[in-house]
């Protein structure tokens, strides 16, 4: 690790070992969402996790943030175990790990102006006020590729994918150092997917930022993916280097995944 508990380039940023978590079922059945789940991702890395609605994905990304507490197994974070934070400390670190959600519409807040919803979690922390924060407001407005113009506008001003910006530009706003993006382009166009997908590559090679991006396409994993993880019923049962995985995956399920995307399946187009 390098100074401060930040993991060094290439270092283990986040480490999932026995990852368990279950929720309750009809009768006296529990459902196991995931199922002794490992899992690495280095510092500056953009790792995918690929799967079906209800794979556990996005149980595996609320478990990461601290926002679900696993069964068994652990979570550690640039060195540090979550489960044996206090609540103060994993205040402290869930600054460093932000999210990314997948509707643009949803989940920002139709009531609060552009400038209001980024500048939230400098509020919240303490991190700067008054003008110190529309300074840094309109710098990360336009560092997401928005005119800092329009941060008195509502969310109902902007297109889907603008407001993708506005929620990257709000995730950014405390310094985090791993984005968890579930599914965020699914509900954009193809072409507006792409510019969302560029400016994640660029926020990871400009600013060293890790990013765990969830999604069930892998044709979009392989636009922005170093590795690929696929989850199947709780569980990883593949992963590698993304060209690797995806020009001979080796587990069924992957190559039935990858015969559903047409960009990717079949011989006629290989990845």
Known sequence: MSAGGTAAPGAALLELRGLVKRFPGRGRSAVSALRGVDLDLAAGEILGIAGESGCGKTTLARCILGLERPDAGSVRFAGQDLAALDRRALRRLRRRLQMVFQDPYSSLNPRLSAAAIVGEGLAVHGLARGAERARRVAALLERVGLDPGTADRRPREFSGGQ?????????????PELLVADEPVSALDVSVQAQ???LLEDLRRREGLSVLIISHDLAVLRQLCDR???MRQGEFVESGPTAALLAAPRHAYTQALLAAVPRLGGAANPA
């Open 196 to 198: 969302i997908l560029a």
């Open 163 to 175: 407001r993708q910006r506005i929620g990257i530009a709000r995730a950014l706003a405390c310094g």
């Open 228 to 230: 690929i993880a696929v």
